[in-house]
C-alpha cells in the first residue's frame, strides 16, 4: 500500500494513477508500435487487476505485497551512467559470444560487439526497431503475450518503453552464440518493465543466452514479457541465468510458439535472486515440433522462486520433455506448477514431465504441483514430482571414506542439479556453470559474480 495526500492507494490503483497521469510521457519516449497497443492493455488491467492468492496460477506467489512499494519508473529515460564491462565478469570461457548488454530496459549502445553479424540478423532496442520497422514487428508484437491471458502481460504492455529484439531471418544459422547481459542500475529503488521479442524465421538457427544481474544495493522490481517464435525447422536454444541479490524482485512471462519441425531447448537457472517468479507458456502449434524445457533453483536464506509452465500440445506427433529441479536450505520457498495440456487433434504426442526437489533445511517449503490435462487417446505421457532430504545413507558412506560432512552434503547437492546442468549443449556454458554452482554450494558465491556489489 502506497500513502497519498492522506489517503491510502492499493498496489493496483497505483499503477492505474500512474498511468492515467503519465500516458502522455509513456506514449513520448516509446514506439507507435507500443503505444498502440496500451489502450486495450489498460482496459485488461482494470477488469483483472494484480492477481490475489486466490487466483490459481498465482497461489504461491503474493503478488499484492509485490507490487504495494511505491517504485521509481524511469519513464522520461533518463541514461544511468553504467561501464558494463567495470561492473561485470560475465563472461564464459571459449564460448566466444556476441556479447550485448541492456541496462534496465533500454538497450545499451555503447558497448557492441565488432563482429558484423549476418546479412538480415537484428539485435538492437525494441523502440528503435519498432520506430524504424514496424511492419517487420507488428505480426509478432504482443501477439503471444495477450494482455487479457495475465495481468503482467497487461501491465507490463501498459507501461513498457523498450526493450530487446532479436531477429534471425530464414535460412541463416547463426554459429556465434548471442549473448544478452541484462544489467538492473539505479540510484533509487526501481521498477522496469522490459520487453523482449525473439524472431527466428524458417530453417534458421540461433543460440541465445540471458544473464540477468544487479549493479545496485537497491531494491528493484521486474516486470519481463519476452515472445518468441520459431518457424518452421528452424532450432534455437535459449538459456536464462538469473544471478542478482536479495533485493531484486523478477517477475519474468515466456511465450513460445513453435511451427513444423520447429526445435526448441529452454532453460531456465535460479543462481542467486531475492523473488523470482517465471512464467513460461509453450504453443507446439506445427507437427513434429519439439521442446525441451528445462529449470534448476538453488535457494538459500529467504529466497523464493516460483517457476509455472504450460505446454500446450495443439497438433498431432509432438514431444515435450520437461524437468525441474529446486534444492533448498534454511528458509528458502520453492514451488513449482506444470501443466502439459494435449488437445484432441493432438495424437501421436509424447510427453514427460518431471520435478524433483531436495529440501536440505527442516525450515525450507517446497510446494509442487505436476498436471496433465488430455483430450486425445493416442498418447504416450507421463509426470511426477518428488521432494526428499540428503540420502543419510549416502552421506554416512562418504564420511566413512574421508570425506567431511560439509563436503558430502555440497557434492550431493551438486550431483542433484546435474541432470539439468548436463543438458546444456554449450560445451563452455555447461563447464562454467558447474563451476560456478559448486562455489555457490559452497558459500563462495555470494551474489553476481564479478559484481562491484557483492566485491
Known sequence: MDSRGGRTVSAQEQYIELFREQRTLIDRYAAPLMNDQRDAAFESFLKQGLPTRKTEKYKYTDMQQLFAPNYGVNLTRVDFPVNPYDSFKCSVPNLSTLLYFVVNDQFYTKALPQAQL??????DSLRSVATERPELLKPYYAQLAKS???PVNALNTMLAQDGLVIFIPRGVRMERTLQVVNILRSDVDLMVNRRVLVVVEENAEAKLLFCDHASDDRDFLVTQVTEVFVGENAHLELYDLESTHAKSHRIANTYVRQERYATANVTTITMHNGLTRNQTEVQLAGENAEISLNGCAVLDKRQHADNNTLIHHIVPSCQSNELYKYVLDEQAVGAFAGMVLVDAAAQKTLSNEVNANLCTSPD???????????????????HGSTVGQLNDQAMFYMQQRGIAKEDARMLLKFAFVGQVIDSIRLEPLRDRLHFLMEKRFRGELSKCEGCKVCN
Open 148 to 150: 487479457d491471458l495475465d
Open 118 to 123: 549476418p546479412e538480415g540478423v537484428i539485435v
Open 364 to 382: 525450507a517449503h517446497m510446494y509442487t504441483q505436476p498436471m496433465l490435462e488430455i483430450y486425445a487417446d493416442d498418447v504416450k505421457c507421463s
